[in-house]
């Protein structure tokens, strides 16, 4: 198993490195001041910044652009799954900074899904735009009536009327959706109620712009509203698309979403570990200059303890993931499933036991905004329920390890 990064993937590792510390970190705090700005000057929060508007031009000419989607004629500078996540990882520091590469969630997800398996036109529709970073998009699964962990269990319809398809559901915590150049939906919903349990869903490409579909609310996580990205409710009442929005085919829903659901998995993983690593990093800062009872926190056994742990956690989440990244390259996403959901499992934990570790070093100010962590910390906890919850994957994992031991009797 070799998990040696390429020269290209060294080379990018070391712009990456620099981009971060000219141009995002000295922004951290004028970005959040400029969504501020917005929201008191021009009564919206949810406007582009111009920050960010501004480094992807830089971004993109230091060839640090679509760095996540491998194998594609239509994003050629796409790095193999083990290349691409170190530089996840580093992008992963600053919440904001993967837009500023178009490597952002669920943008990037669904960039894949219609890679893999939109028609030519649609990927002239839809694909060459999001690659070009002109537009952003969503993708609608999750629905506030069922227990959305069982993506069999959503109820939004998806009927056949001819030429079009009709859409009627709710949907909620779509991300993205409060972004108002957020021109395409990815909607998932049942074309067929009485098929087989994984053949009654379908995914459409659904244009933000169709009658009939209403942003009700913004959903704030643990108080932010994450804003100009946020997570949102969304009710479609009586959507008309042609019948070309159809992706794959109706009944190829539950398998698409299982195909998409394995990269996107990973890389929150990758990033989780770069939030992990800048929680250390602020932590050892803060523990090596301040004093408590004659001895810098730094020197104190309970914080050695601490910083060892979280140094033994966080490399070993790098590397599973970095095992998961090397199988899917190798021998496929399907093969390589019981990793990342292992994965998926181990480095949001990873990361927010560290998160928790820092904010205790920082004190009060680890809870306020005047450092990354508390949002952070809000961000980090969602991972534990986004893209399945830890239960469905440790389910998934324990059905693989005893499905080993089945076939002896």
């Given amino acids: 198993m070799d998990f040696e ?187 067929d109620f009485s098929a087989p349990r994984h053949l009654q869903q379908s995914m459409l490409l659904v244009p933000a712009a169709t009658p009939g579909i209403t942003v009700t609310r913004p959903l704030p996580v643990f108080g932010y509203d994450d804003a100009p990205h946020g997570h949102c409710e969304i009710v479609f009442e009586d959507v008309r698309v042609p019948a070309s929005a159809m992706l794959l085919g109706e009944g190829r829903g539950f398998e698409i979403a299982q195909g998409r659901l394995g990269p996107g998995r990973i890389h929150h993983c990758m990033r989780a570990i770069g939030v992990a690593e800048r929680a250390l990093e602020l932590m050892c800062q803060r523990l090596a200059s301040r004093t408590a009872f004659g001895r810098t926190l730094a020197e104190q056994g309970v914080w050695r303890e601490r910083i060892a742990e979280a140094r033994i956690g966080i490399d070993t989440a790098r590397l599973l993931t970095l095992k998961a990244a090397y199988m899917m390259d190798t021998v496929g996403n399907k093969l390589a499933q019981a990793e990342i959901a292992m994965i998926k499992v181990l480095a949001p934990n990873v990361a927010q036991q560290v998160l928790d570790w820092a904010i205790q070093a920082h004190g009060a100010a680890g809870v306020s905004d005047d450092f990354p962590l508390a949002q952070q910390w809000a961000g980090n906890r969602t991972l534990r329920l986004a893209d399945g919850p830890d239960e469905v994957h440790r389910n998934a994992i324990a059905k693989l390890e005893l499905a080993k031991y089945q076939t002896r009797h």
Wanted: glycine share 8%; with cysteine.
């Fill in 5 to 191: 990064y390429s020269p290209r993937c060294r080379q990018l590792q070391q712009t990456l490195l620099s981009f971060m510390e000219q141009h995002v970190y000295p922004n951290e705090l004028s970005y959040k001041h400029e969504v501020e700005r917005n929201g008191n000057q021009h009564g919206n929060r949810w406007l582009p910044t111009a920050i960010v508007e501004q480094l992807k031009p830089l971004a993109r000419a230091q060839g640090l652009w679509n760095l996540f989607l491998p194998k594609s004629r239509r994003a050629p500078e796409g790095l193999s799954n083990l290349d691409y996540a170190p530089l996840c990882e580093i992008m992963g520091k600053v919440g904001w900074a993967p837009e500023v590469f178009n490597c952002n969630a669920p943008d990037t997800g669904n960039m894949e899904t219609i890679e893999r398996y939109g028609t030519e036109a649609q990927k002239d529709s839809w694909l060459a735009p999001l690659l070009r970073g002109e537009i952003r998009s969503a993708f609608a699964m999750t629905e506030p009536g069922v227990a959305s962990s069982d993506a069999t269990n959503i109820e939004t319809r998806i009927e056949r009327d001819g030429d079009e398809y009709l859409i009627n559901g709710k949907k909620w915590w779509i991300s993205g959706a409060g972004d108002p150049r957020c021109a395409l939906y990815i909607v998932m919903g049942k074309t």
